[in-house]
């Protein structure tokens, strides 16, 4: 079955950090662009970062610019987020996304909760 | 804020058609085909309905159907069902970074 399944989520106080993870099946992820997407409680949807077939480019979006990382292992079929100097405002739940063309995000994980509190 | 707007909720009975806007800019909708739509239930992820303004997924119901008229988008539910309640998103490609990010607000059906 074709899937994406996330992992890492949690609770984290604000500074601190956490790392995401998201591994792949079922489908050719070395050859995929891949995303990361959040959801806030009660809000809609917001594109995170997202990272070439390659891992040789990646974009954000410019609030977690220099405080997230997107990285990638071909090799473990996995994505990552590694999160940095958390915010409240970083509350969310977190999807991994298959890119397949121009933000067609075809393949969707189930989603991992963080919360970011004192 | 989003880049793109939609409505914060729209309605209609069942059987009835509903259509959902997604107003863009030149840099974005307007220049590019490339406009997707997501549908979201309560608790569950995001699910690709339309991609490239008007192709379906394979297994997503011919009652929805997109289309796109200069920056405006639209996505369009005929024969509306109860199990079409959800949030509805757009979502749009453009070259280049973005302070807000590719998707839109989000639109909330009910069906009545």
């Known amino acids: 079955e074709v899937q994406l399944v996330e992992s890492g989520g949690g609770w984290v106080q604000p500074g601190g950090s956490l790392r995401l993870s998201c591994a792949g099946s079922?489908?050719?992820?070395?050859?995929?662009?891949m995303a990361w997407v959040r959801q806030a409680p009660g809000k809609g949807l917001e594109w995170v970062a997202n990272?070439?077939?390659?891992?040789?480019?990646?974009n954000y979006v410019a609030s977690v610019r220099g405080r997230f990382t997107i990285s990638r292992d071909n090799a473990k079929n996995s994505v990552y987020l590694h999160m940095n100097s958390l915010r409240g405002e970083d509350t969310a739940v977190y999807y991994c996304a298959r890119d397949a063309a121009y933000n067609k995000f075809d393949i969707w994980g189930q989603g991992t909760r963080v919360t970011v509190s004192s | 804020q989003s880049a793109l707007t939609q409505p914060a909720s729209v309605s209609g009975s069942p059987g009835q058609s509903v259509t959902i806007s997604c107003t863009g800019t030149?840099?974005?909708?307007?220049?590019?085909?490339?406009v997707s739509w997501y549908q979201q239930k309560p608790g569950k992820a995001p699910k690709l309905i339309i991609y490239?303004?008007?192709k379906r997924p394979s297994g997503i119901s011919s009652r929805f159907s997109g289309a796109k008229s200069g920056n405006t988008a639209s996505l369009t539910i005929s024969g509306l069902q109860a199990e079409d309640e959800g949030d509805y998103y757009c979502?749009?490609?453009?070259?280049?970074?973005?302070?807000?990010?590719?998707f839109g607000g989000g639109t909330k059906l009910t069906v009545l």
């Open positions: 990272i070439k077939e390659d891992g040789t480019a990646e």
């Open positions: 079922e489908f050719r992820f070395s050859k995929a662009w």
């Open positions: 030149s840099r974005d909708v307007g220049a590019y085909h490339y």
């Open positions: 979502c749009t490609y453009m070259y280049g970074s973005t302070l807000e990010g590719p």
């Open positions: 490239e303004v008007s």
